[in-house]
């Protein structure tokens, strides 16, 4: 996946923080964005990079990219519409 | 906007998580006034866990203090505090269990000259007495002040709840449009109750609070509902809005809280023919006659 040239408006270094605290943090960050906003996250691999992506979707939410970066995970996930 | 810190998104997360809460679910949260009346059976388990909810403040109201046969049931008061005022020993246990909580200790007994001011300071009442005297003042005065009110009572395996909204459904007067006379009072026998059908409905009334905080899901409001521990069974009935409600109907006569006299009714209003206690509702789907439904 090629990261779009999108410009993050936050980002949230989630090295290390274990499941569920990496999610809730992120959760809490993009609440407090507007919709269409993008959050830049780094997570660990292993169960964050397999647990975080698939529940900020479920939340309605957007994962623009997702790349290994220097042992982590780079996302930038963008904002969906309030519910 | 509240900011959370580090330990209070940790604390709260499992309440984060969940899509019906999240970070604007729980700073409702942080912000709600309840107050819990009753630090007994019922009045324990509602402020335990409202406490680790988070609730911002919580009022709790007793006058008694704790004695050795309420620690069967009731949580909060532990061996060394029988003798101490409960609202001093639930505040206690609150604080250790949740320093975000401010716990307002109201020693007193509410009566018809201070319950408007001491609910005013509320967003919710919980009821969680255990006298018919009691019940009444306080749906009169949750009525007249707009309050919401989550109910509930307990007695031997039974328990009922119902969740008032006043103005926009029943109220526990439209149920029992007056206390039972004095002879259906249980006797000692009959006063024996299951400490752990006090968590069960306590617990359901703390969630009825929180949907209400939240505004989520469906509560009990225009519903009773009735639990058997021995059977199992938990019944939901419609309760409907009574038109001529005393103090909620279309031409109420209550205008001001007033008291009924404890155990000995002898109010004038009791002149009057007493109606039946379950009016509308199928005597096989209460947990029994109001008489027998006491609260601890
Ligand atoms: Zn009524």
Known sequence: MTTPTVCAKASLNLRGVACPMNYVKTKLRLERMAPGEVLEIFIDPGAPIRNVPRSITGDGHRVLACEPEDGVFRLLIERGPDA | ?????????????????????????????????????????????????????????????????????????????????????????????????????????????????????????????????????????????????????????????????????????????????????????????????????????????????????????????GYLLTVDLLTMEFRRVRIPKNAECEVCGEHPSILAPFDYRRRTINHARNARRPRSPVVGIPPTHVAGPPGRTRIT
């Open chain 2, 1 to 221: 906007m509240i900011e959370f810190t580090d330990e209070q998104i940790e604390r709260y997360s499992r309440h984060i998580i969940l899509k019906e809460v999240g970070g604007k679910g729980q700073e409702k949260i942080a912000a709600a006034r309840v107050l819990v009346i009753g630090a007994g059976g019922l009045g324990c388990p509602v402020a335990y866990y409202l406490a680790a909810a988070g609730v911002g403040t919580l009022g709790i109201v007793d006058s008694d203090a704790v004695d050795l046969s309420n620690l069967q049931r009731q949580i909060l008061h532990h061996t060394p505090d029988v003798g101490r005022p409960k609202v001093q020993s639930a505040g206690e246990k609150l604080s250790a269990l949740n320093p975000d909580v401010r716990v307002v200790p109201h020693r007193q007994r509410l009566t018809s000259q201070n319950v408007l001011s001491v609910i005013a300071d509320y967003d919710i009442v919980v009821d969680g007495t255990d006298n018919f005297p009691a019940r009444f003042l306080i749906n009169d005065a949750c009525v007249l002040s707009g309050k919401p009110l989550v109910h509930g009572g307990i007695l031997r395996f039974e328990g009922q709840l119902t969740t008032i909204l006043p103005g926009r459904g029943p109220c526990y007067r439209c149920l029992f449009p007056e206390p039972p006379p004095p002879g259906f009072v249980p006797s000692c026998q009959e006063a024996g109750v299951l400490g752990a059908i006090a968590g069960v409905i306590g617990t359901l009334q703390a969630t009825e609070v929180l949907k209400l905080i939240l505004g989520i899901g469906e509560t009990l409001a």
